[in-house]
């Protein structure tokens, strides 16, 4: 009898929940604000099994490609916008078969591997197609075998693949989506600026060699004496068009900052901003507080929201761990990250999140921009920062997160239920998220995997959406583990 659960049903349900919560052309924003453009990555699909016992007899594969699969995954690609599918071939479901298809894997020039399963086998291509050291993931709709029960197996032992084990297309949209972000972060760079070893997080995100073979992206250095130079060269009178145009005449509210330090902010941005594009960087992270002369030359804060809501990633206090986290959920969702200064409330079964940095366009760069007011920066009174008011985004759900020693990512996620200022105590911008145990999360902060150091402690990024189911995935994809804040049992 035919299940009476309609695909929009479906979508509601579950897979379109997922499915939106993923990005179309994340770095588009940014490229049409000037960044280099990548190219798309190079998916290489494969077809898994001719037929057999199961779906039945006399499945007919290649017409199953050529009627469903072939026709979704060039939506797909469209979608997208930064995927190339490749080869597309049809092979028997067997260990021979995968290793006889690798040398022309290889020489595709392929740089991830999308596995349609269409019937019975022993799971044994599965690995072998992860052994040549591309990202993996597999779409297997019902009755197409038994394989999907070896799957967790291979990823408890550390195989870096994902499956999503279900009739809904659109989780194919979402594998390929988690597939575009170990290949990005690889071809990401991050400018790091102050004087050498400044940076800041757990000791293996300030080792840059361990970045770049782990996690992918490669460090740039840059002194606070060659940021000077860039910024002497950033004209008054295109820092002042700035301003007016992207902050004065969009506040809200201006209340301690001059007109000239909201300038000098811009001029700061824009420099930022040159120096990126100058080094192919996709993110920037700076010692802001004692490392750059930003009394002299103007606070980083308003430069920070503007690259978030341009589609690329400005991060505060030279938080390399921090920066990480946010060029891997711009791949996988093209949101900005809001980093936070959390505080718990029992009172409330909440955390209370806070900085005085934070985008505009919380729901990415397409969006509205929330209401601001331009504000000094709370720690000394100085220079010009942001409150922004979330207000209108009361019950929205959210997920924060932050890599920890390059190898493990802790989440947590909640409900806005609150905005207040606190009688002003604290950093200009706030919100409150209610979680499910708070006395729990105060009790497991850092889930014993962070160093007694208060910066790589106290930070987490802040993003808009329930990322968690996600953001386990993608962790199989980068060879990490997930644990989850606030709950007893770590999750590989």
């Known amino acids: 009898m035919p299940c009476s659960m309609n695909r929009r049903t479906f979508l509601g349900a579950t897979g379109g929940l997922l499915l939106a919560s993923v990005a179309a052309r994340p770095l588009a924003a940014a490229e049409a604000a000037g960044w280099p453009k990548l ?41 997208l916008g930064d995927v190339e599918f490749i080869g597309g071939d049809l092979i028997k479901n067997r260990a021979a078969d995968a290793t006889e298809l690798l040398p022309k894997i290889d020489a595709s020039g392929a740089e991830a591997i999308l596995v349609i399963h269409l019937s019975f086998g022993d799971s044994g291509p599965f690995k072998i ?37 279900s009739r809904d297309l659109a989780e194919i949209d979402r594998l390929a989506a988690l597939l575009r972000v170990p290949v990005r972060m690889k071809q990401s760079r991050i400018v790091l600026m102050g004087e050498p070893g400044c940076a800041a997080g757990t000791d293996a995100a300030k ?8 996690v992918g992206p490669e460090v740039i250095e840059v002194t606070p004496a060659e940021f000077i130079r860039v ?21 809200r509210e201006i209340r301690e ?40 030359l103007g606070y980083p804060c308003l430069g920070f929201s503007k690259l978030l809501d341009e589609g690329v990633v400005g991060a505060c206090e030279a938080d390399m761990d921090s920066t990480l986290t946010m060029l891997m959920f711009l791949y996988a969702f093209g949101l900005p990250g809001f980093i936070t200064d959390p505080l718990i409330d029992t009172s409330r079964n909440a955390v209370i999140h806070a900085h005085c940095v934070a985008p505009t366009k919380m729901r990415g760069p397409d969006a509205k921009r929330l209401p601001f007011s331009i504000r000094n920066h709370r720690d000394d009174n100085k220079g010009a920062s942001l409150e922004v008011f979330m207000d209108e985004d009361l019950g929205q759900k959210v997920t924060w997160a932050k890599l920890a020693n390059l190898e493990t990512m802790l989440v947590a996620s909640g409900t806005i ?24 999360l105060f009790h497991n902060w850092g889930g014993g995997v962070l160093p007694n150091d208060m910066m790589a402690l106290l930070h987490r990024v802040l993003f808009y959406g329930d990322h968690t ?18 709950k007893e049992m770590a999750t590989a």
């Open 39 to 79: 190219p798309p990555v190079r998916i290489y699909v494969v077809y898994l099994g001719t037929g057999g016992a199961w779906p039945r007899p006399d499945f007919d594969a290649p017409k199953e490609i050529a009627d469903k699969f072939a026709p979704h995954l060039r939506e797909v690609q469209s979608k």
């Open 129 to 165: 197609f992860a052994d040549s050291g591309r990202p993996v993931a597999i779409y297997s709709q019902p009755f197409s075998g038994h394989d999907w029960m070896y799957v967790p197996r291979l990823q408890q032992a550390g195989v870096r693949l994902i499956m999503a084990p």
């Open 207 to 214: 080792d840059f060699a361990q970045v770049r073979a782990k």
């Open 231 to 251: 910024h002497e060269s950033i004209p008054v009178a295109e820092a002042e068009h700035e301003a007016q145009d992207y902050w004065l005449s969009q506040a």
């Open 257 to 296: 900052p001059s007109r000239e330090e909201i300038v000098k902010s811009c001029q700061t941005y824009l420099a930022m901003k040159k120096i990126m594009i100058d080094n192919n960087a996709q993110a920037i992270t700076v010692k802001c507080l004692g490392g750059i002369p930003i009394q002299t």
């Open 417 to 440: 239920t609150e905005i207040c200022d606190f009688e002003d105590r604290g950093c200009r911008t706030q919100l409150v998220a209610e979680v499910e145990d708070a006395r729990a």
């Open 469 to 486: 189911e996600n953001v386990k995935d993608l962790a199989h994809l980068m060879g990490m583990k997930v644990l989850l804040e606030g």
